[in-house]
Each structure stands twice: as structure tokens, then as C-alpha cells.
């Protein structure tokens, strides 16, 4: 063939395999490995949340997060501690926004609730059902811990009974000190510790305890009960020998063991703060005993994700990934290390560790029965009771 003939056949032929080609149907596609368990884009994003909680619970928190994120690397977690009531009031002025918070007690959400709605802007700023709800994370009842010797001698001008906020008030009320209830004279005054009430919980529990024991009651605090001047002059007494006012329990409670009795005799704490620091006194100032006032007040320690403008969806999801985790029953389990009693009824109390609390610190007060449960009033009640803690102006 001339070379010409050839070249038309070769640029034919090319043509057809082109046309073939482009005729054909498209072979099928196969997906590698990689492209099969490629997570979708929401699924590699880390999301950001912030936990605001109360103080005394730190040592737990923080070793349950520390679990959390082996299992849970999308959900960064920032822990925020501030005393419940200065938490509170924060949220309500907008300087603290949280996805989820979680006081020492539910009286605090309760507080808070009924000041957020006092704004038309605003929405329920808790959800009433579902896990996203308010529901308990572990509790713990309020305390009496002093000094071994100083407990003994307020319990014997008691009668031999437990401590009681009468014979507490007769102590630090009178000019007399000590001598006043049998203590020596070189002990000087009784030196009583409670938290700020306007800023923590346990300050407020333990005005509500006093105020209880003083009416003789377990629940129907009214207005009027708070408004009657002799109540407003035994409080006014009994405070006279709280020497200083801390903003968190869990600080309170360090000082008690740094300073000994040097600063406080007795204070008013959580049983958990108490467990955990029962130890750290041997070795200092002597021995701490626990004593149970005649009512109990629980602290439930409440979590609950905020329905606020600022909690995106994707922080919703991923808060209760973080809340879930707190209530699972291994993450319950733990909190008996450090002094907590569950709040999943399911966990024991009672185990056979060496090292359980509630066994080991018998000697030194620890209890698993308390006395009987009080009722926590009303907002406006407990507000009222702040605003007359404050008119007293003994906390400046």
C-alpha cells in the first residue's frame, strides 16, 4: 500500500476506538477501605462545651473527664468550679454561659429558673423531660466536722446527745467563750465556719438547718417565720461566731485542715468534703470528728443542659454525651472514693472494699443512716432568707 492509503486507515481505525469507547457502558466504581470509613464531616468535628459546677466535686470531675476523653476525643469539655449561688448569678447576668451546669443543689436551679423567667425575652432555660433535664449527679448531706475535744464538750452541754444549733448558739452567743458550755478559757471564743450563703450552697443550707432547728420543724418555712425579730435576733447571735465568710466549700474546707483551730472550731460542710479531708488532719492538728444535725439537708448536685441561645445543637449532643457518661453506673460507682454517696440507687453504698468511706470513717462520725430529710422551701422563702442574711451585714 502507498504510505497515503495507510495513514487513512490508521486515523480511521482511531476514529472507531474513540466512538467505541464513549459507546460503552461505564464500568462499575469500587469504593477502597478508606473511602468507605471515612467519617462524615460532623463526625470529625470536635465539639466545644463547658461544664460549670460546683467546687466540692472537683476531684471527682476532673477524674471522670479524664476517662471521658479516652472514649470521647469529639467532645472537648472545659471545666469551669464556682460556688453555686455566684455561679447562678452569673448565668442570670450573662457572664457565665455554659452548656451544662451543675450545682451543689437543686434549690439553685429552682432560684434561677424563677429569676430567668422574670425576663419576657426569655425562654424555659431548663427542660422539664428527657435527659437533657435536671436530674441528680451523686449527693451528699451537710455536716458538722470540729475538732475531736471541742465536738465532745459542745456534745456533753448538750445533754450526751448528737450537736445540736442550740447548744451551738448558747456557745458562740455568749461573751464568755468556751467556759460558757465547759470548754477551757484558752480556747478563747467558739469559732464557727460556714460559706458565704450569698454566693455557696452549703452557707445557705446552713442558715435553712439553723432556722429549721429553730421552729422546731422539717419543712413549712414561711415568710412570716423569717419576719418575726426574736428568729431574726437568735440568727443574728448565732452568727456572731462565724469568724469569715468563703465564697466555695471547697476552700472552706482546705483552710479548716492549713489553719486548725486556730481559725475555726467547727464548720458546717458537705459529708463528701469531710470524708475526703477526715485524713489530712492527723498529722497537723489532732483528729476531726463528724457530727449529723437533727435534720438532714441533701445537696443533689443537678446537671442539666441549658436551653439558652448560646447552646448550638451539636453542644446539646455533645453535653449529653458528657452527662451520660456522669450518671453510667461505673462513673457513679467512683464517686464513693471521694466521699460522694451515688445518686443511681442501683450502686451500693454498702461494699465490701477495705478502702469504702462509709465504713472505714465510722470511728470518726461517717454514718450510712442520717436523721430524717427537711424540705427545701420555695424560691421566694430562701430568697428572703438571703435578703435578711445580708441585711444583718454580718458577712462585711
Do not use: C
Amino acid at each position: 500500500m502507498k504510505p497515503r492509503i495507510l495513514l487513512i486507515i490508521g486515523v480511521l481505525a482511531a476514529l472507531l476506538g474513540v466512538f467505541y469507547l464513549l459507546a460503552a457502558p461505564e464500568a462499575p466504581r469500587t469504593e477502597t477501605p478508606e473511602s468507605v470509613s471515612a467519617p462524615l464531616p460532623s463526625r470529625k468535628r470536635v465539639t466545644d462545651i463547658t461544664f460549670l459546677y460546683s467546687t466540692e466535686k472537683r476531684a471527682w470531675v476532673e477524674a471522670a473527664l479524664a476517662d471521658f476523653e479516652k472514649t470521647h476525643p469529639r467532645v472537648r469539655v472545659t471545666l469551669v468550679g464556682q460556688g453555686s449561688l455566684e455561679a447562678a448569678q452569673g448565668i442570670l447576668e450573662g457572664r457565665e454561659k455554659p452548656t451544662v451546669w451543675s450545682p451543689a443543689d437543686s434549690a439553685e436551679l429552682r432560684m434561677l429558673a424563677a429569676d430567668w423567667a422574670t425576663d419576657p425575652s426569655h425562654g424555659p432555660l431548663f427542660a422539664t423531660q428527657g435527659d437533657a433535664a435536671p436530674h441528680p449527679l451523686v449527693i451528699t448531706p451537710l455536716v458538722f466536722v470540729g475538732w475531736q475535744d471541742r465536738m465532745d464538750v459542745l456534745r456533753k452541754a448538750g445533754g450526751g446527745a448528737a450537736l445540736s444549733w442550740k447548744t451551738l448558739h448558747r456557745a458562740v452567743a455568749s461573751d464568755r467563750g468556751w467556759p460558757a458550755v465547759g470548754g477551757p478559757p484558752e480556747w478563747g471564743f467558739v469559732k464557727l465556719g460556714h460559706t458565704d450563703p450569698t454566693k455557696s450552697n452549703s452557707g445557705l443550707q446552713a442558715l435553712l438547718s439553723a432556722t429549721l432547728e429553730y421552729l422546731g420543724r422539717r419543712e413549712g418555712v414561711k415568710q412570716g417565720d423569717l419576719l418575726d425579730p426574736g428568729y431574726q435576733a437568735w440568727l443574728q447571735g448565732l452568727e456572731r461566731g462565724v469568724t469569715r465568710f468563703e465564697p466555695s466549700t471547697g476552700t472552706f474546707m482546705t483552710d479548716l485542715v492549713r489553719y486548725g483551730p486556730s481559725r475555726y472550731d467547727l464548720a458546717l460542710v458537705y459529708e463528701s468534703l469531710a470524708i475526703a479531708h477526715l485524713g489530712h488532719a492527723q498529722g497537723r492538728w489532732g483528729q476531726l470528728r463528724v457530727d449529723y444535725p437533727p435534720v438532714t439537708l441533701w445537696s443533689d448536685h443537678p446537671a442539666a443542659v441549658l436551653q439558652a441561645d448560646w447552646v448550638t445543637p451539636e453542644q446539646r449532643e455533645a453535653a449529653l454525651e458528657w452527662v451520660t457518661f456522669l450518671r453510667s453506673p461505673e462513673v457513679q460507682a467512683r464517686a464513693l472514693a471521694f466521699g460522694f454517696r451515688p445518686a443511681d440507687p442501683s450502686v451500693p453504698l454498702k461494699t465490701q472494699d477495705a478502702d469504702n468511706p462509709f465504713t472505714r470513717l465510722a470511728a470518726q462520725g461517717i454514718r450510712v443512716d442520717v436523721p430524717p430529710a427537711a424540705d427545701v422551701p420555695d424560691a421566694s422563702v430562701l430568697r428572703t432568707l438571703l435578703n435578711l442574711w445580708s441585711r444583718m451585714g454580718v458577712g462585711r
